[in-house]
């Protein structure tokens, strides 16, 4: 908790979001890998209040489950009826006991891009002019929609807060706008919340009406103009939410060409607030790094792949290829064109190759599958080859089976291992075999029907055909020679 660690955040989410049009609830959203309502949590989160309390009412069972699914869950106040912002934040303070002495940070849930640093900056300037409200205000290029911010025209100091609805024409044409982002003195917001009226356009509790009731009754009223106006953009239609996802990226993506991982097309990558990276990182056009991936020191990906909850181990490659839930080890190579599903994890060096895909299967240190194989539920050991079109035989129509294969085999092409089956250590496979019986370490197996040649059949079955001339013509040929 530092200095201005506030008493307690209040999170405003119970409104349904009719104009996202859309079966799920608006803050439950998702741009760059968390919900809208998750970014302002994670920003209300930077600044360790005491008590962060999100207010729920539209689809209060499904907004409540995803905020307490992560390990961090947050607490929340219900607001059965959506009767306004201030009445949101009376019910998030009833939570709290009614009051909280010290500072109340109010946001909305439907601002992802907010930052912890501008919550900060709002309580900071807050505490410093001993303030019993801030509002953070920001100038925007087009204020429709927005509370106006009305300033005394000879002092210029904050009035009131006029919701577009209930503006004049002349209010309209301000263009600094209320953010939804307020500092309060507890005690005082709690006071004057019980003061709100609902004579007002639309008939509800509004909360910018505390501050014209604090001011009236002679309290300090400041206001905090934001730096970038984008930051406070508020999520209202899907139109707004690609353009927060696109300025929420390019945040990221920031980050972390700071940090030192080359983007080399900033504008076709897309990466999540969750992903970590090393230096020297680099990444190609079309790439999407999402979820808990991780990319090591002087790794490279894409282009065109998605890379999901992956760890990308230090100078590993990545080519065109859907990565999840997989572990990459250093220096091993995954593509083109591979799939590697949940639970693989690749040995130092290893290789999955072109069209190969793999699922839950441990491939050992400078293990090699290079070439069009399927390898799931399965365990390889060290240096083995596993040879061009393999299939791993895991299913039986009832269950999944597992397949153990040593260190240094190789194993021919086209190859069934039909699970569960054991391959020892040094073993070679025949081309074409299905192994349905393990092998003992250091044995050749070879399982598949002898080759038999019937000769002169074409001639006899065939006569005349494209296929018999060629046949005649090549054993003239040969006579000719001999
Ligand atoms: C609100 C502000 C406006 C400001 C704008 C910034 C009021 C009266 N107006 O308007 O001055 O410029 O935000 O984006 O405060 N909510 C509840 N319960 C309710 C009503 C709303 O929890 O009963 C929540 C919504 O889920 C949303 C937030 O409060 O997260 C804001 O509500 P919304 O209806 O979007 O308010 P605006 O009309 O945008
Ligand atoms: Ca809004």
């Not at 405003?12 to 998750?38: D, N, Q, W």
Request: charged share 20%; hydrophobic share 40%; aromatic share 4%.
């Amino acid at each position: 908790m530092s200095a201005t660690s506030p008493a307690a955040v209040v999170v405003l989410a119970a409104g349904e979001g009719t104009r996202m049009k859309s079966k799920t609830p608006k803050v439950l959203h998702e741009i760059s890998g968390r919900s809208l309502v998750g970014h302002v949590v994670a920003a209300a989160r930077e600044l360790e209040p005491q008590h962060l309390v999100v207010v729920v009412g539209h689809a209060s069972e499904q907004v409540t489950a995803h905020l307490n699914a992560g390990d961090a869950p947050v607490r929340t106040a219900f607001q059965a009826e959506q009767n306004g912002t201030g009445h949101a934040v009376r019910m998030g303070l009833e939570e709290l006991g009614g009051t909280v002495d010290g500072t109340v940070i109010v946001v909305c849930g439907d601002t992802p891009l907010l930052s912890g640093g501008t919550l900060g900056a709002l309580a900071a300037t807050h505490a410093a002019d001993a303030n019993a409200v801030t509002v953070l205000t920001a100038e925007v290029p087009d204020s429709t929609g927005y509370g106006r911010i009305v300033r005394d025209p000879a002092t210029g100091a904050v009035t009131e807060i006029v919701e577009h609805k209930d503006a004049t024409d002349e209010q309209r044409a301000i263009r600094e706008i209320n953010s939804g982002v307020f500092a309060f003195d507890g005690s005082l917001l709690a006071d004057a919340l019980g003061k709100v009226r609902t004579d007002n356009s639309q008939g509800e509790e509004y909360l910018t009406d505390v501050l014209s009731i604090l001011r009236e009754a002679g309290h300090r009223v400041g206001a905090s103009v934001a730096g970038d106006h984008r930051e406070i953009l508020g999520i209202n239609n899907r139109l707004q939410l690609a353009e927060a996802r696109r300025l929420m990226n390019e945040r990221l993506l920031e980050r972390a060409m700071l940090a030192g991982v080359t983007i080399v097309d900033p504008a076709s990558t897309l990466i999540d607030a969750t992903v970590t990276y090393e230096r020297d990182a680099v990444v190609h056009p079309g790439t999407q790094l999402l979820g808990s991936t991780h990319l090591g020191e002087d790794s490279e990906v894409g282009p065109n792949s998605r890379i999901e909850d992956t760890l990308v181990g230090a100078g590993a490659r990545v080519d065109n290829s859907v990565t999840l839930s997989a572990e990459i080890g250093p220096g091993a190579t995954v593509g083109p064109y591979a799939y590697l599903r949940p639970g693989t994890r690749l040995g130092v060096r290893s290789k999955a190759g072109t069209y190969v895909e793999m699922k839950n299967a441990t491939i050992g240190e400078g293990t090699k599958v290079p070439h069009l194989s399927y390898v799931g539920d399965a365990t390889i050991g060290d240096h083995t080859n596993i040879g061009a079109a393999s299939v791993f035989v895991n299913y039986d129509g009832v269950a999944k089976h597992h397949t153990t294969i040593g260190s240094h085999c190789r194993t021919g092409s086209d190859n069934m291992f039909v699970a569960p089956v054991t391959v020892g250590d040094g073993v070679y496979t025949a081309a074409g075999s299905v192994i349905t019986k393990d092998v003992p370490s250091g044995s050749l197996a070879v399982a598949r029907g002898q080759q038999r040649n019937i000769e002169g059949w074409v001639a006899r079955k065939r006569p005349g055909s494209a296929a018999a001339q060629a046949a005649q013509a090549s054993s003239q040929g040969a006579d000719g020679e001999s």
